[in-house]
């Protein structure tokens, strides 16, 4: 299949001969399917297989990790060039390479350096919480929304953004309002 992509390294074929013309070189043959340069090829020990998918699910990892970096760093500069179709595009497709929590942690680790850049991480924090809240809802313990609202009360205290999210945690803690709680009792 992949037997085109694979050069060899004992150039064309061809070589001068002594009497002066070009003579043909004998290359031994080569694989279709090198074991040791294509790492899905099947092995007849369960032991090489199984190190060989650890090995590809380690490079799978890799890949993730370097695409949900490679987004989350373009989510500040694409807010203060006022891309706002970059933001939503953002959240609808992060989750395909990784949860809430990883690309939260990302983007909270991100350094805060001089304004306008705290707005725009406010703006991207607070298009996530209002527009896509069910991102957060993981009971029963809401690990990725208190992270959330403890970085908010650090970074953002008294702001808009940590009254919603204070407000969307105690929604999800206490989903029966207090007024339905009292009705239901009369």
Request: proline residues 9%; contains cysteine.
């Amino acid at each position: 299949m992949f037997s085109s992509c694979f050069l060899t390294s004992q150039g064309s074929g061809f070589r001068r001969s002594p009497r002066g013309g070009l003579g043909r070189i004998e290359r031994p043959p080569v694989s279709r399917h090198p074991k040791r340069l294509w790492p899905f090829s099947q092995s007849s020990k369960g032991e090489n297989a199984s190190r060989q998918n650890y090995e590809v699910r380690g490079c799978l990892e890799i890949l993730l990790e370097d695409a949900r970096k490679s987004m989350v760093k373009d989510l500040v500069p694409s807010v203060l060039r006022g891309d706002t179709w970059f933001l939503h595009r953002f959240f609808q497709s992060y989750r395909s390479v990784g949860t809430t929590q990883q690309v939260l942690e990302l983007l909270l680790k991100r350094p805060l350096p001089c304004l306008p850049a705290p707005s725009a991480i406010s703006t991207v924090l607070g298009t996530w919480l209002d527009a896509y809240h069910q991102d957060f809802q993981e009971p029963p313990d809401f690990p990725c929304l208190k992270q959330l609202v403890e970085y908010v009360q650090l970074r953002f205290p008294d702001s808009d953004l940590e009254h919603s999210a204070h407000l969307l945690l105690a929604q999800l803690q206490d989903p029966v309002p207090k007024e339905a709680k009292s009705e239901g009792e009369e």
